[in-house]
């Protein structure tokens, strides 16, 4: 009984592996309601071969309609060196927001990506969320069913601002600050 007991502890404390480590999230511009570039990095633990995708899955609030189907700049696929495979610079990738699902797309892998490769997907034309806030994307392979949380990147109010121009009783001009504030 004891030993029962202690075999189910210990495999309930697996936990369930994934092909996709936490991936880094960097946005730019991070404004609210910004058109923007996402760059998605991760590394995978299995190789991934041509016809095999990689799947996304964007907060709510965030428009992926920029994003075309055709293999173009909005989405680009690279990777590092992996197991039996060779580094890959940006390479024009197709891509499909699934219709049953908007805030979901799924990459075409362009080449092979090596076991413990390290992997960029660039998306850009992605509008960001309207509000404030954290957020994450979910990311997965078509080989598994477990999707993996990014880390929490931030959309933030626009910096508004700009030159202020100085000048003396005498209308002459005599210094620029510039000034610059989130909102």
């Given at each position: 009984m004891a030993a029962t007991l202690l075999v189910s502890l210990l495999l309930a404390a697996v936990p369930v592996a994934a092909n996709?480590?936490?991936?880094?999230?960097?946005?730019?511009p991070d404004d609210v309601s910004a058109v923007a570039e996402y760059t998605i990095t991760f590394s995978i633990t299995e190789a991934l071969y041509p016809g095999d995708d990689i799947r996304l899955v964007?907060?709510?609030?965030?428009?992926?309609?920029?994003?075309?189907?055709?293999?173009?700049?909005?989405?680009?696929v690279a990777a590092t060196s992996g197991i039996g495979t060779s580094a890959f610079v940006a390479t024009n990738s197709t891509s499909e927001v699934q219709p049953d699902d908007d805030q979901r797309i799924d990459i075409d892998v362009?080449?092979?990506?090596?076991a413990l490769a390290g992997v960029q997907v660039v998306l850009?034309?992605?509008?960001?969320?309207?509000?404030?806030?954290s957020y994450v994307i979910e990311v997965a392979t078509d080989d598994e069913t477990t999707w993996v949380e990014s880390e929490s990147y931030t959309i933030k109010t626009p910096v508004v601002g700009g030159p202020v121009y100085v000048y003396?009783?005498?209308?002459i001009y005599r210094w620029i600050f510039l000034v610059a504030q989130r909102l």
């Open positions: 996709v480590s936490q991936a880094m999230v960097y946005v730019y964007f907060p709510t609030d965030t428009d992926l309609g920029g994003i075309t189907d055709a293999a173009d700049a909005d989405c680009t362009p080449f092979a990506i090596g850009r034309g992605v509008i960001n969320a309207s509000q404030i806030g003396n009783a005498s209308d």
